[in-house]
């Protein structure tokens, strides 16, 4: 193997997936802690806001309880290179999460063990089925009253149709929680209390049917511990690596965040069966993460990252090759040669200037306004990337300016936010109106805000009778000309400058469809 391949077989790229409380913020700290990218735990959300505390709307985010942003987060463990890109939780920001989630190789399903799975997991599962994205699980709150857990693998097995393979086992639970069981090496790991906030002590006692085991943990648990353990490697699946990977089968790990316990155990293992970066499509073509040419693409934009800066990022998932500080890069879309001196990385939580990065890592682009979601870059090759869609928004406003005067700071503000994809733009072709079309409603929320504090411009809704909207394409341009002439009132550019059909009902979007059954209207758009 060249050096290159080995440096990429150590990088591990992944998101995690949840419901909202069952505990990915308090995961990702711990994950932080054990990677030594962070002195003390308790201090991401913190952290992210000591960076950002003049920006408002990173307080809407903590008062609301939810995490808008996607950030990424690097950290060594073991001779292993940790890429975790955080999704965001709330339902209203599936699309961002989405796109994040074709960004990584692999994904950690985090489950509160009161409550088992819920809606918002189920909606995540659907999303890496599509990619047969391999699943970690980590069985969160075990220092809580929780329910019965062979109860809630089953559930897992046939809500979320995967089947489990549980690696460790816990030893009690609540205030009775005392660790976990490794079923494989026969090893006890013992919770220590009071380690919350520091990397804990790894205290483990080999063998479960020993007098150590009983003098640590009492007979009485012994002998119970014996029995489930019995039961529960009769009833559940033995890991297989190859199933794992082909997203069949999940390893099971169980632990407290908040504790500050099993997620080293099941760390471990991760960073062994989760992974390298794999192969992506593009076109015609799959482009393998060892090729020695650089080439990524942009999963996602954030403005203002910085308040001090007032900069646009770009997040770009390295696909092949190496980034070097300085390089001229191909833009595909533009079909321009660009030189990038200054991209940034997220290690240890820090954005530092990065003079290297390859396959598999992601890099921030300073973005001035050329860069979209979905855009390729290549070290010369006129490739693109598939599989990165916007998808039509289901909810429409009209924004309305307090002061007309400001409209320069409304277009330019609106634009920028749209580009990030949480939101989308569509400028009507015979009027000015600016429509905003979202897939939830907070997203309004948010556009609101961002607008007020970063834009300085105070903006209104106006309810707008649209009910969806479609892109549209037409090979025969004697029947596109024709379809624009009769559909003009109802035709609309959106933020990226594509042509849209903005139906007032779904009835007037099929009876136009059954009218021009030579235009191709989609509801998802390819970069
Ligand atoms: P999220 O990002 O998935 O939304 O979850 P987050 O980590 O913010 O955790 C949600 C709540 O669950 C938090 O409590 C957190 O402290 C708690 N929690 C996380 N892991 C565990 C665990 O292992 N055991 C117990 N008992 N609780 C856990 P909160 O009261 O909502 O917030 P906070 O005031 O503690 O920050």
Same mark, same amino acid.
């Given at each position: 193997m060249?050096?290159?391949?080995?440096e990429?077989?150590?990088?591990?790229?992944?998101?995690?997936?949840?419901?909202?409380?069952?505990?990915?913020?308090?995961?990702?700290?711990?994950?932080?802690?054990?990677?030594?990218?962070?002195?003390l735990?308790?201090?991401?959300?913190?952290?992210?806001?000591?960076?950002?505390?003049?920006?408002?709307?990173?307080?809407?985010?903590?008062?609301?309880?939810?995490?808008?942003?996607?950030?990424?987060?690097?950290?060594?463990?073991?001779?292993?290179?940790?890429?975790?890109?955080?999704?965001?939780?709330?339902e209203?920001?599936?699309?961002?999460?989405?796109?994040?989630?074709?960004?990584?190789?692999s994904?950690?399903?985090?489950?509160?063990?009161?409550?088992?799975?819920?809606?918002?997991?189920?909606?995540?599962?659907?999303?890496?089925?599509?990619r047969?994205?391999?699943?970690?699980?980590?069985i969160?709150k075990?220092?809580r009253?929780?329910?019965?857990?062979?109860?809630?693998?089953?559930?897992?097995e046939?809500?979320?149709?995967?089947?489990?393979?549980?690696i460790?086992?816990?030893?009690?639970?609540?205030?009775?929680?005392?660790?976990?069981?490794?079923?494989?090496?026969?090893?006890?790991?013992?919770?220590?209390?009071?380690?919350?906030?520091?990397?804990?002590?790894?205290v483990?006692?080999?063998?479960?049917?020993?007098?150590?085991?009983?003098?640590?943990?009492?007979?009485?648990v012994?002998?119970?511990?014996?029995?489930?353990?019995?039961?529960?490697r009769?009833?559940?699946y033995?890991?297989?690596?190859?199933?794992y990977?082909?997203?069949?089968?999940?390893?099971?790990?169980f632990?407290?965040?908040?504790?500050?316990?099993?997620?080293?155990?099941?760390?471990?293992?991760?960073?062994?069966?989760?992974?390298?970066?794999?192969?992506?499509?593009?076109?015609?073509?799959?482009?393998?993460?060892?090729?020695?040419?650089?080439?990524?693409?942009?999963?996602?934009?954030?403005?203002n990252?910085?308040? &001090?800066h007032?900069?646009?990022?770009a997040?770009?998932?390295?696909?092949?090759?190496?980034?070097?500080?300085g390089?001229?890069m191909?833009?595909?879309?533009?079909?321009?040669?660009?030189? #990038?001196?200054?991209? #940034?990385?997220?290690?240890?939580?820090?954005?530092?200037?990065?003079?290297?990065?390859?396959?598999?890592?992601?890099?921030?682009?300073?973005n001035?306004?050329?860069?979209?979601?979905?855009?390729?870059?290549?070290?010369?090759?006129?490739?693109?990337?598939?599989?990165?869609?916007h998808f039509?928004?289901?909810?429409?406003?009209?924004?309305?300016?307090?002061?007309?005067?400001?409209?320069?700071?409304?277009? &330019?503000?609106?634009?920028?936010?749209?580009?990030?994809?949480?939101?989308?733009?569509?400028?009507?072709?015979?009027?000015?109106?600016?429509?905003?079309g979202?897939?939830?409603?907070?997203?309004?929320?948010?556009?609101?805000?961002?607008?007020r504090?970063?834009?300085?411009?105070?903006?209104?809704?106006?309810?707008?009778?649209?009910?969806?909207?479609?892109w549209?394409?037409?090979?025969?341009?004697?029947?596109?000309?024709?379809?624009?002439?009769?559909?003009?009132?109802?035709?609309?550019?959106?933020?990226?400058?594509h042509?849209?059909y903005?139906?007032?009902?779904?009835?007037?979007l099929?009876?136009?469809?059954?009218?021009?059954?030579? #235009?191709?209207?989609?509801?998802t758009?390819?970069h």
């Amino acid at each position: 193997m060249s050096q290159f391949a080995e440096e990429v077989g150590k990088r591990r790229t992944f998101g995690i997936i949840s419901h909202p409380d069952a505990g990915k913020t308090t995961i990702t700290e711990k994950l932080l802690l054990l990677g030594n990218a962070i002195q003390l735990a308790g201090t991401v959300k913190g952290k992210k806001t000591g960076r950002m505390a003049t920006s408002d709307w990173m307080k809407m985010e903590q008062d609301r309880g939810i995490s808008i942003t996607t950030s990424v987060m690097q950290f060594p463990y073991k001779d292993r290179m940790v890429n975790l890109l955080d999704t965001p939780g709330h339902e209203d920001f599936s699309e961002d999460t989405y796109r994040t989630l074709t960004a990584v190789d692999s994904v950690l399903m985090v489950i509160d063990g009161a409550k088992g799975v819920e809606d918002r997991t189920v909606k995540l599962m659907d999303v890496c089925r599509l990619r047969d994205t391999p699943i970690f699980t980590f069985i969160n709150k075990m220092d809580r009253e929780v329910r019965d857990q062979i109860d809630v693998l089953d559930e897992i097995e046939s809500v979320l149709k995967i089947k489990c393979a549980p690696i460790t086992w816990p030893i009690g639970m609540g205030k009775a929680f005392r660790g976990v069981y490794n079923l494989y090496t026969d090893t006890i790991h013992l919770i220590q209390p009071g380690q919350a906030s520091i990397v804990p002590d790894d205290v483990q006692i080999q063998g479960l049917n020993t007098d150590e085991a009983r003098a640590e943990l009492g007979a009485d648990v012994v002998e119970e511990m014996i029995e489930e353990v019995e039961l529960v490697r009769g009833g559940s699946y033995e890991f297989n690596l190859e199933e794992y990977l082909a997203g069949e089968m999940t390893p099971v790990f169980f632990g407290t965040a908040l504790a500050n316990f099993g997620i080293r155990e099941m760390l471990n293992y991760f960073v062994e069966w989760a992974p390298a970066p794999i192969s992506r499509e593009a076109g015609d073509r799959t482009v393998l993460p060892t090729e020695e040419k650089f080439s990524g693409f942009i999963f996602k934009i954030q403005a203002n990252m910085d308040p &001090k800066h007032r900069d646009r990022i770009a997040f770009m998932r390295i696909c092949s090759g190496t980034y070097s500080r300085g390089m001229k890069m191909r833009h595909s879309r533009l079909g321009k040669d660009i030189k #990038v001196a200054d991209a #940034v990385t997220f290690l240890a939580g820090d954005r530092t200037n990065v003079e290297e990065a390859i396959s598999g890592e992601i890099i921030g682009l300073h973005n001035h306004g050329t860069i979209q979601i979905g855009d390729t870059f290549t070290q010369g090759e006129d490739m693109r990337f598939t599989g990165i869609p916007h998808f039509a928004p289901e909810l429409f406003k009209r924004v309305r300016l307090k002061d007309p005067l400001k409209m320069k700071q409304l277009q &330019k503000g609106l634009q920028q936010l749209s580009e990030e994809g949480a939101t989308q733009l569509f400028m009507p072709l015979n009027n000015n109106d600016l429509i905003l079309g979202a897939v939830g409603v907070l997203q309004f929320d948010v556009v609101q805000q961002r607008l007020r504090d970063e834009y300085k411009v105070e903006c209104i809704y106006e309810p707008i009778s649209v009910s969806t909207a479609r892109w549209v394409y037409c090979d025969d341009e004697k029947i596109f000309a024709e379809f624009k002439r009769k559909s003009a009132e109802n035709l609309a550019v959106d933020g990226g400058g594509h042509l849209t059909y903005i139906a007032p009902t779904r009835v007037n979007l099929s009876l136009t469809q059954d009218r021009f059954p030579e #235009v191709e209207f989609s509801a998802t758009r390819e970069h």
